[in-house]
Nanobody
Framework: QVQLVESGGGLVQAGDSLRLSCAAS????????MAWFRQAPGKEREFVAT????????YYANSVKGRFTISRDNAKNLVYLQMNSLKPEDTAVYCC????????????????????WGQGTQVTVSS
């Protein structure tokens, strides 16, 4: 069982930066692939970024590539999402997710393989 708690959201202006954190419980954090998803009002949950258990491989949605960076600190059971050059269209509730299961790479860009989810943190970007 893994519990996830996000923090770091807030109200910022376009062009600003934010760093989100996701704290995970449990002693086998490094075994879990982690991901960030977001959901804007009236829209479906959208993949943002994912990182392997050891942190050696990352993948991003095209909409955030070059602006967002996912990273993790396995010693602290934390995963981060550094968000730079924020745009109003980045406004959403951001959630972290975790899975210990193995699938083909592209499957991790969907919500399906993730067994554990946080409650989310609101990010609002004003123009």
């Amino acid at each position: 069982q893994v519990q996830l708690v996000e923090s770091g959201g807030g109200l910022v202006q376009a062009g600003d930066s934010l760093r989100l954190s996701c704290a995970a419980s449990g002693r086998t954090f490094s075994a879990y692939r982690m991901a960030w998803f977001r959901q804007a009002p009236g829209k479906e949950r959208e993949f943002v970024a994912t990182i392997t258990g050891g942190g050696g491989s990352t993948y991003y949605a095209n909409s955030v590539k070059g602006r967002f960076t996912i990273s993790r600190d396995n010693a602290k059971n934390l995963v981060y999402l550094q968000m730079n050059s924020l745009k109003p269209e980045d406004t959403a509730v951001y959630c972290c997710a975790a899975t210990i299961k193995y699938y083909s790479a592209s499957y991790y860009y969907t919500t399906a393989p993730y067994d554990y989810w946080g409650q989310g943190t609101q990010v609002t970007v004003s123009s």
